[in-house]
C-alpha cells in the first residue's frame, strides 16, 4: 500500500440506455429511458448509498432529485441510524454568477446534505449564490473537478458508497482514473439513434488496451422487456498494481 493510496467511497454507475447504446436523445433534456420496474431498482439502489453524484450537464438538462421516494426504504435507513436520505452531489466546472437557475430539486427538494464540487474558475460570487441556495461548495481542481480529490473529500465526510448517475462525461472521466468499482447498465427495448445523442461513456475515450474491462456479475430480464446487466470492473493483477502506484 503505497503513499499515494487515497481513500475513496466504493463507487457505484448507473445508467440506462436504449438497444442502440444512447442514454438520452439527441435533445439532451433527459428522456426517460427507464421503466418504471427499473425506476423501483433504482430507488432500491439509491437507498443503499451514502451519496449520489451527477455532472454539471446532467443536473442542468434534468434537475434530478436523487432521492429515496419509498417510504418504506426511508424508514429503513431511519432505523439503521442512517440519514433519511443519501447526500446529493454535484460536479460543476463553473457554477454561473447569475446563481443556480431552476435547480429547484437538486438544492431544495426533499431535505437533504447537497454537495457541489466546483474549481478555482468559479468566482466567490458564484459560491455564494450557490452556498444561498443550500449547497456546500467545495473547491477541487483548477479547470474541471478533480474526482480523485472529490472523492477522498466525500470519504472524509463519511461516505463509503457512492453512487454515480452520469451522464457520460462525468462516467468517462471517472473510469480514466480508475474510480469506478461497479456498472449497473439498464438497457431498455428501444432505439432512438442521432449521432449526437450521448452514451454511458463520453470524453476522449481509451484505447482497445486500455478499455474498462468488466465483470459481469448478473443479467436480469425485465417483464417490460428490458435487461439489467450487472459488472463488477476487473481490475486483474496489472491493473491492480498500477492502482496502488
Ligand atoms: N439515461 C441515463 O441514465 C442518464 C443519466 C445521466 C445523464 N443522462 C443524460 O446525459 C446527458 C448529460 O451527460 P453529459 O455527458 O453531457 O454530461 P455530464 O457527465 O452530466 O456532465 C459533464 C460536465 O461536468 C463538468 N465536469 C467538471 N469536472 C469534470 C470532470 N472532472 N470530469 C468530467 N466532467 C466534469 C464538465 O463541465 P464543463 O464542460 O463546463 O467543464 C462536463 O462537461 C444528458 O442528456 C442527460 O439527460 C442520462
Redesign the pocket.
Known amino acids: 500500500m503505497g503513499m499515494s493510496e487515497r481513500q475513496r467511497p466504493h463507487v457505484v454507475v ?4 436504449t438497444a442502440d447504446g444512447k ?2 436523445t439527441m435533445a ?4 426517460r ?2 421503466s418504471e420496474a427499473d425506476g423501483r431498482r433504482v430507488d432500491r439502489l439509491r437507498a443503499q448509498m451514502d451519496a449520489v453524484m ?6 442542468l ?2 434537475d434530478p432529485r436523487l432521492t429515496v421516494r419509498s417510504a418504506e426504504l426511508v424508514a429503513e435507513r431511519q432505523r439503521l441510524g442512517r440519514p433519511a436520505q443519501p447526500t446529493r452531489v454535484a ?4 457554477l454561473p454568477n447569475s446563481g443556480p437557475a431552476s435547480l429547484g430539486r437538486f438544492l431544495r427538494g426533499t431535505p437533504a446534505r447537497v454537495i457541489v ?1 466546483t ?1 478555482e474558475r468559479t468566482t466567490p460570487e458564484g459560491r455564494r449564490r450557490f452556498v444561498e441556495g443550500g449547497a456546500d461548495v467545495v473547491v477541487a ?1 483548477s ?5 480523485a480529490v472529490a472523492l477522498e473529500h466525500l470519504a472524509g465526510l463519511g461516505v463509503d458508497r457512492l453512487l454515480v ?10 473510469l480514466r482514473g480508475r474510480l469506478v468499482d461497479e456498472v449497473q447498465l ?1 438497457v431498455a427495448p428501444m432505439i432512438v439513434g442521432g449521432i449526437d445523442a ?1 452514451t ?1 461513456a ?2 476522449d475515450g481509451f484505447t482497445i488496451e486500455a478499455a474498462t474491462r468488466l465483470a459481469l456479475v448478473d443479467v436480469t430480464r425485465g417483464d417490460e422487456g428490458g435487461v439489467l446487466l450487472r459488472y463488477v470492473v476487473d481490475r486483474g493483477p496489472h491493473a491492480r498494481e498500477e492502482q496502488t502506484r
Open positions: 448507473n445508467m440506462a440506455m442514454v438520452d439532451r433534456r433527459g428522456a429511458i427507464s451527477v455532472g454539471a450537464r446532467t443536473l438538462a434534468e460536479v460543476v466546472s463553473v464540487f474549481t481542481g479547470e474541471r473537478v478533480d474526482l448517475e452520469g451522464g457520460g462525461t462525468l462516467v468517462e472521466a471517472l439498464y450521448p454511458p463520453e470524453g
